[in-house]
């Protein structure tokens, strides 16, 4: 196969070192400036990504059964487009309802936690030393009060500086949060319309993939050879490393969901058991920062509704669950591969939530998974990686 460097072969020394690596910039420069120009339509790329990804899957699994192919697509669309269909029937208004619950009870959650922490304080004084902005003498001042919103909550001052909320204006920002969780709502039909329209480009994709790999492979015959072989090889394998990380991490979420809704039914919060679930199912695909995120609603939940007792026992129902993601699920999941040290996901986390917000937090990792472990190698590395990975 040709490669991008035989197109300059032939130029006289040093042309031919420098203009490689010219080109290379110029291509990946035009490629990341379309991705920007294109960011507004980002989760619509990315759905359409992650279910052509599932389908495509689906359809070569089934090769060995149904050789015509057109069968086999339409016969795995039905399937993915039944199962969204029956989630969004069946669990899409119970998570509304319960949400919306959580959210306009919020505060009387942090009025429980208050109450708590001012009890423990009366018990133990020297806790009152390492918590110096919680409630003295018993009295719990969690909403602060009308004036100053959030102000004199110890639980609040905590959310302020866990989710970098401790500036001058923390009170305000967390009020702001707040309001957002609860408006979420107004969102569904903006996700909604991205989700049918994925499913729908997915589809078509999906049932014309042979020709459309051909057309793009075709490229390569034209004058946009240079961009064609600058990135065609490395798109391809970041997209089989990124549809395996998410694959893998789909079926993690869902076992972490399945889980945690037996348990929360087993504490006796089953009235809150769907919005729960996919609390849990969607921070799963956010690497060490998912289990804390998705750990406060539950235990604010369980404090409000059992008390202390039942929150300490959530607790460590989260502990077991992340204990089997761990050392069962992670390692028959993930490939050597996909795996990388925990100090190093925070590092990247911290660094790609910063600069990219969600999507950082979401794709940080897979794509610095395939940086080191597959583009910085040389090409038989790369090939027994994705070998491996199979």
Known sequence: MNTHDDLFHDLPR????????????????MLFGTIWLLRSFFLLLFLTFVFSYIQERGVRRLAGRIHARIPRVILVSLLLWSTLT??????????KTQATLFTGQFRSYLVRVDEEIASLITKYPILGQILPDAPENGMTHAGGDK?????????????????????????KNLNQAITTLSNIGGKVATIAS?????LLFSFLIVL???????????????????????????????????????????????????LTAIGISILGLGQHVAFLSVIVFLCSFLPVIGVFISSAPICLVALQVSGLQ?????????IFIHIIEGYILNPRIYGSYMRINSV???IILTIAGKLFNFWGLLLGVPVCTYVF???IRFTSEKKAALEQEE
């Open 310 to 318: 039942t929150m300490l026992l959530a607790i460590l129902l989260i």
């Open 147 to 171: 004036k100053n919103g959030h102000n004199n909550s110890a639980s609040a001052t905590m959310l302020q500086r866990l989710f970098g909320f401790g500036e001058q204006d923390g009170a």
């Open 14 to 29: 040093p042309w031919n070192r420098i203009l490689p690596y010219i080109s290379a910039l110029v291509v990946w420069g």
């Open 373 to 375: 472990g597959y583009a």
């Open 208 to 258: 014309d993939l042979p020709d459309l790999a051909a057309k793009v492979r075709d490229l390569e015959n034209t004058r946009l050879r240079f961009i064609y072989l600058s990135v065609a090889d490395n798109i391809r394998e970041f997209s089989l490393v990124l549809g395996r990380a998410l694959e893998a991490q789909l079926i993690i979420a869902i076992a972490n969901s399945a």
């Open 344 to 346: 190093i996901v925070l």
């Open 194 to 198: 991205s989700f049918l329209l994925a």
């Open 86 to 95: 029956a989630v969004g029937i069946f669990l899409v208004p119970q998570v």
